[in-house]
Every structure is written in structure tokens, then in C-alpha cells.
């Protein structure tokens, strides 16, 4: 097993974006043994507690079918992300076998969080994607053996079909049904999830196209919108069923301008209305300067990006801490950093 690696880097800026702290939770030169840390997880458990989780790629920064050696492994912070624990290793099997995006649900109703993970072994079966999860009972202080998911959410067919869950994190609904996202890149994107709690798991039968690594959230009639990465357009598309993923309507985001890369949505309620929050990179042709979206009315139209970094970006994670902050937890500098950086919903939404 990896040992558990003392990491510590903060930093303090002056610039413009309100909150002028950052925290570098992953960063591979405090450990000569790990080539990067890359695909960020955040979500907060019931009690408050921010539990942050990250692929550590060890021989290189490949991803999973590029690498032998890639473990998840995680940090905490039980004061709304001032200060965090030491990195813990979650997943990590022997060399030659990987885990690698992790992303999360919370299921309110009974206190679990799921963390989702893709699987290969590389040894013996080459490209071969297995949909895998661990849960916690206890606000990630332990996790449970690993659980196969595969054969229930995907389908005949897809045995040798390049597939993965997208990183980041899934929802709970109003109703309590747990929903995420899953990737096939022959088959388009389609919604995963639970109507007992993680007991069992479906897939729904159509995808949403176009899209690559999406995110879901429910608006306040039920319907679910999806948001979705779209390589070589230059912005995002979103999409949205009526009917539990039956059907979808598609929609062109052309002001939503986009590389090709993953992002993050969150719903907000504040003062009572809820408000849709959204994460992406701002550029067309380059993971450069990632930004920060509101809606007020479920996505239909957005209000101008306010920019969190300006540098060199990639993947985000999003979460609502205990005390309101929003927390956003990004890849930075060419895969080098992985930042979190708390913002007030004051800044977001404000005209400055």
C-alpha cells in the first residue's frame, strides 16, 4: 500500500476574486514517487466534513488504458477547507491494475457517500473497462470493499467499449434517486443511477448527444438537465429530459465557450430561489482561465463568467459548504496543481 504522504502547500495571492486564499491540496514535487495528480472530487458529508479526492498517477500522467499504476487517494478538512488532513489512499491495487476519476454522490437519506471509480487491468485485460464504487457510512472516515457495477449499468455490446462514469460527482433528487453520468464514447453519454439507495443500479435506454464527460442536476420541476463537454466545437451543449431520461431536448451553449474539457454544475438556493452554478474553462481552443457562471432561471440563459484563475486550467469539482461558501476544487498549471479556493456566493453573483 502507498504510504500516507504529509502534503502541505498554501498559498496566499492578492488578486480580485474575494476569497485570497488558495490551498494546493495535490501536488506531485512534494512526492518524488507521483508523476502528477490529476481528476479532481469534492463533495461535503452530512456532518460538514469537505472530502476532496484525486487520482494519483504514479509512473506517469497518463490515463487509466496509458498507465500501470494509478491509486485514488484523498484529503479532509473538517473546518470548511482551512486546514486538511494528511493524503489517505482509498484505492489502490497492485501494479499492473489501476483506478482512476473519481467522483461522488451523497445520498442524504441515508448518510452514504459513493465514490465512483473506472478499473482496468492492464496486464491481463487490456482495455477492458470495469465501473466500480466504494461507499462510506461515516463521512469518509472508512470505506467499504470495492463493489462491480458494470454489468448493471451498461449494455449488451459494450464489453471492449471505451466507457468510463465522468469524474467529479452525481445528485440525490427530490424523490431520493441517486443520478450520474457515464460515458461511452461509440454510444454517447448516458444517466446512471439508483432508485434504492445503491442497492441496484440502472442505465437509462437513449443518450444525450452530443456530449463526452457531462454533468446532471435536477431542475425545480423534476425534469433532469445534463451539461456536457463537446470536443473540437469550441463551446457546451446541455440537455434535458421530461421523462426520467426517456427523450431528450438538445440545446447549442455557444456562449458558454469551452475547449473540450470537464467542468462542474451546482444548484445554490439562496434567498430562498435556487440558482444553477457552473465551472468550465473560458477559452475555445485551450484549457486557459477557468470561470464561474450563475442562472437564475435552470439554466436557460447565464450571466457573464467571472474569472477564478487565470492561468493555465482544466478539470473542476464544485460543493456548498456548511457555512454557504462554495468550495472549487481545479486542476491548475499544466496538471502540476490542484487547487482548492473557496468563493462567496456574494462575489458570484454580484455585478463586479
Given amino acids: 500500500m502507498k504510504k500516507i504522504i504529509l502534503l502541505i502547500s498554501i ?19 512534494n512526492d ?63 501494479l499492473g491494475q489501476s483506478a482512476s476519476d473519481p467522483s461522488m454522490i451523497l445520498d442524504e437519506k441515508t448518510n452514504t457517500i459513493f465514490m465512483f471509480y473506472n478499473y482496468m487491468d492492464l496486464d491481463n485485460e487490456k482495455d477492458i473497462y470495469y465501473l466500480r464504487y466504494k461507499k462510506s457510512l461515516d463521512n469518509g472516515k472508512s ?25 467529479g460527482r452525481g445528485i440525490q433528487t427530490q424523490d431520493g434517486t441517486l443520478l450520474h453520468c457515464l460515458v461511452n464514447l461509440q454510444k454517447g453519454t448516458h444517466v446512471f443511477g439508483s432508485n434504492d439507495n445503491g442497492n441496484s443500479w440502472f442505465i437509462t435506454e437513449t443518450p444525450t448527444s ?24 469550441g463551446y457546451r451543449y446541455s440537455h434535458i429530459s421530461n421523462d426520467n431520461g426517456k427523450s431528450w431536448i438538445s440545446k447549442k451553449e455557444e456562449n458558454i465557450i469551452d475547449p473540450g474539457c470537464n467542468g462542474s454544475i451546482l444548484k445554490y438556493n439562496y434567498n430562498e ?47 456548498q459548504l456548511s457555512n454557504g461558501d462554495v468550495g472549487i476544487f481545479y486542476e491548475a498549471d499544466n496538471y502540476t496543481s490542484n487547487i482548492f479556493k473557496l468563493l462567496s456566493i456574494d462575489w458570484i453573483i454580484s455585478s463586479e
Fill in 11 to 29: 498559498v496566499f495571492i492578492s488578486c480580485e476574486t474575494q476569497k485570497s486564499d488558495i490551498i494546493d491540496l495535490f501536488n506531485a514535487e
Fill in 143 to 167: 470505506w467499504s470493499e470495492s463493489i462491480d457495477i458494470t454489468d448493471q449499468i451498461s449494455k449488451n455490446g459494450w464489453e471492449k467499449d471505451f466507457k468510463f462514469i465522468t469524474s
Fill in 32 to 94: 518524488p514517487d507521483v508523476s502528477c495528480y490529476r481528476i479532481p472530487s469534492i463533495i461535503t458529508a452530512v456532518n460538514g466534513d469537505l472530502i476532496a479526492m484525486i487520482d494519483e498517477r504514479v509512473p506517469s500522467c497518463g490515463d487509466l488504458k496509458w498507465s500501470r499504476d494509478i491509486n485514488i487517494v484523498m484529503r479532509k478538512s473538517f473546518d470548511n477547507g482551512k486546514t486538511w488532513t494528511d493524503i489517505e489512499t482509498v484505492v489502490d491495487y497492485p
Fill in 273 to 319: 430561489k435556487n440558482l444553477l452554478l457552473l465551472t468550465n474553462i473560458n477559452n475555445q481552443n485551450e484549457r486557459k482561465e477557468i470561470v464561474i457562471r450563475y442562472s437564475e432561471d435552470e439554466g436557460v440563459n447565464w450571466s457573464s463568467p467571472k474569472v477564478i484563475y487565470d492561468g493555465e486550467a482544466a478539470y473542476s469539482s464544485m460543493t
Fill in 210 to 233: 452530443p456530449g463526452d464527460e457531462s454533468k446532471i442536476i435536477e431542475l425545480n420541476d423534476g425534469r433532469w438537465m445534463v451539461n456536457s463537454r463537446v470536443n473540437n466545437l
